[in-house]
């Protein structure tokens, strides 16, 4: 499985970005799809996640300023993020794991500031 991850770049606090991963390679039915996100100096950790039958988890941090969607055959994902602040800035990834196999996208720099 390979995965495109594109979308990134440099927004003000407050402004919105939309991140989009391509999958290619044999997708499943039981593919759970995430976006992680990196920021410096600190650990990997998840922000979305969609599984199989489309039920979407989000972080905390960001419940009510993100939205994960995906297409119906399971090829892409987006995640749409409002109301950015500072502490999005990260790289930001793109995670696919299906029958065990963990495949993960490039990476794309979110940066937020003023």
């Known amino acids: 499985v390979q995965l495109q991850a594109s979308g990134g770049g440099v927004v003000q606090p407050g402004g919105s970005l939309t991140l989009s991963c391509a999958a290619s390679g044999g997708i499943s039915d039981n593919a759970v799809m995430a976006w992680f996100r990196q920021a410096s100096g600190k650990q990997r950790e998840v922000v979305a996640k969609i599984d199989a039958i489309g039920s979407i988890y989000y972080v905390e941090s960001v419940r009510g300023r993100f939205s994960m969607s995906r297409d119906g055959f399971k090829t892409s994902t987006s995640l749409q993020m409002n109301s950015l602040q500072p502490e999005d800035t990260a790289v930001y990834y793109c995670?696919?794991?299906?029958?065990?196999?963990?495949?993960w996208g490039q990476g794309t720099q979110v940066t937020v500031s003023s």
């Open positions: 995670n696919l794991v299906q029958s065990g196999n963990d495949s």
